[in-house]
């Protein structure tokens, strides 16, 4: 079974290019998480989908960031215009929902961006 | 949300049993705990996950006291290939929202 995909590997734009970074859950995962580890730092949660709802968007940093999962299947989290500061890894992961014995999340392998 | 405190990194040899430590001092009654793994250029991996007691799965065990205050992660007889970092998280099990620290960065030699 395919685990997470997320397109492309790496990335990098100018200072106010934009960018859309694409997520492929695994198939029949409801949840979907978008993550992203900022030079130096750790691990931050942005948001979380339910099937194509947004159920938690506490962690996006600013208008600037937009995630659409239209249909509930794949993910894409667009940045525009892009700064200096979204430098880092984004991260993708999914999960099944609630009862399955754990609520393991599913990582994909991450998007290098790098704005130059 | 509970906060964890794990070394910033540890050593071993091959065939060595690693134990790697977390605090977690402010644990709720429903936080769960969550070992992730995570190697170069990769997204993390999930190892293994308990409440209370120990836990055992084929890749670690996790041993967790009775106050819950901390939290022991073993890796039995390591190789090169568990060289990675490890996190340590703590939450609700409905609390999709992970919360991650630095992690501890583990190093086997041969």
């Known amino acids: 079974e395919a685990g997470v995909t997320q397109f492309p590997s790496h990335s990098v734009i100018e200072k106010g290019q934009t960018v859309t970074l694409r997520c492929d859950p695994i198939?029949?995962?409801?949840?979907l998480y978008w993550y992203r580890r900022v030079m130096g730092k750790e691990i931050k949660f942005l948001l979380h989908?339910?099937?194509?709802?947004?159920?938690?968007e506490s962690g996006m940093p600013n208008n600037r960031f937009l995630a659409e999962r239209t249909g509930g299947t794949y993910s894409t989290l667009k940045v525009q215009p892009a700064e200096l500061e979204d430098s880092g890894v984004y991260f993708c992961?999914?999960?099944?929902?609630?009862?399955?014995?754990?609520?393991?999340?599913?990582f994909g392998p991450g998007t290098r961006l790098t704005v130059l | 949300l509970a906060k964890t405190t794990q070394p910033i990194s540890m050593d071993s040899y091959e065939g060595q049993e690693v134990n790697i430590t977390c605090s977690h001092n402010?644990?709720?009654?429903?936080?769960?705990i969550t070992w992730y793994q995570q190697f170069p250029s990769q997204g993390p991996r999930f190892i293994i996950q308990?409440?209370?007691?120990?836990v055992t799965n084929e890749v670690a065990s996790l041993f967790i006291p009775a106050d819950r205050k901390s939290s022991t992660l073993s890796l039995p007889r390591v190789s090169l290939s568990d060289t990675a970092v490890y996190y340590c998280?703590?939450?609700?099990?409905?609390?999709?929202?992970?919360?991650w620290g630095a992690g501890t960065k583990l190093i086997i030699k041969p």
């Open positions: 198939s029949g995962h409801d949840n």
């Open positions: 308990g409440y209370k007691t120990k």
């Open positions: 989908f339910v099937k194509e709802s947004k159920q938690d």
């Open positions: 998280l703590v939450g609700a099990y409905s609390n999709y929202q992970l919360i």
């Open positions: 992961a999914s999960s099944q929902v609630e009862g399955r014995g754990s609520n393991e999340q599913f």
């Open positions: 402010n644990i709720a009654t429903n936080d769960y």
